[in-house]
């Protein structure tokens, strides 16, 4: 059975909204491993018994260890619109992360992110490209806090990186400076909630996941 239909959101003839659980790549790397775009190209094959070539596109991505939603477009207009919508920053993404220690209660911060191949940090207008999100303290509990972001940009660790550079980085990103381990391949960071224009139909869309289960209780909110 294609996991696809165990983690479908939404699915017609223009776009298909999936959810990636955490340790799965979003799309082929040097690994070889499966990923979400060939999982959900099969899937599309086998349900509409497509003889050839399936169109998909990839309109934004995940890091291999973080959870939540994806989505991607059937057809190349549907593709362009979704990507005009994202340079726009009229495409809406927020996370949920757990990070160790309590940063203040909301925040923008604006960085320049520097990538260096599997790695990023931060730097200079003149050395990066420029990183925003802005968030919002949910919780505070035995030194770890729950908070709620949405990434205006999309640069590689974007998330990971803002807030270990704080001191506050996202609890079990060993790559950034957490010493606890979290979940299976994971992360303690999802996106949870999407929002845009239907790219045909143009109409608002929108989608919200709970998180992995398991997510500690006590930092599980509506």
């Not at 979003?26 to 899937?43: A, C, K, M, P, S």
């Not at 309109?59 to 059937?74: K, N, Q, S, W």
């Not at 303290?137 to 729950?146: E, T, V």
Request: aromatic content about 10%.
């Amino acid at each position: 059975m294609n996991p696809i239909a165990d983690n479908l959101l939404y699915l017609d003839n223009h776009l298909l909204v999936v959810k990636k659980p955490a340790g799965l790549l979003v799309q082929g790397d040097h690994t070889g491993d499966e990923t979400l775009f060939d999982q959900t190209r099969e899937y599309l094959r086998t349900r509409f018994d497509k003889k050839g070539q399936v169109y998909l596109g990839l309109v934004h991505r995940l890091d291999r260890p973080v959870a939540g939603i994806i989505v991607f477009a059937r057809t190349s207009k549907a593709a362009a619109r979704l990507n005009e919508q994202i340079r726009n920053r009229t495409f809406t993404k927020i996370y949920r992360a757990l990070v160790h220690g309590r940063p203040p209660e909301k925040d923008e911060l604006t960085d320049y992110i520097v990538r260096n191949g599997i790695n990023s940090t931060t730097g200079t207008a003149a050395t990066g490209k420029q990183a925003v999100l802005n968030y919002r303290l949910l919780k505070h509990h035995n030194g770890i806090s729950l908070v709620e972001i949405d990434l205006c940009t999309g640069r590689h660790h974007q998330i990971r990186v803002q807030f270990a550079q704080r001191g506050y980085p996202v609890v079990g990103d060993f790559r950034y400076g957490s010493q606890q381990k979290f979940g299976d391949k994971a992360l303690a960071l999802y996106a949870c909630r999407v929002k845009f224009t239907h790219p045909v139909l143009k109409t608002e869309m929108q989608f919200t996941i709970p998180p992995e289960d398991y997510w500690p209780r006590e930092f599980v909110m509506e």
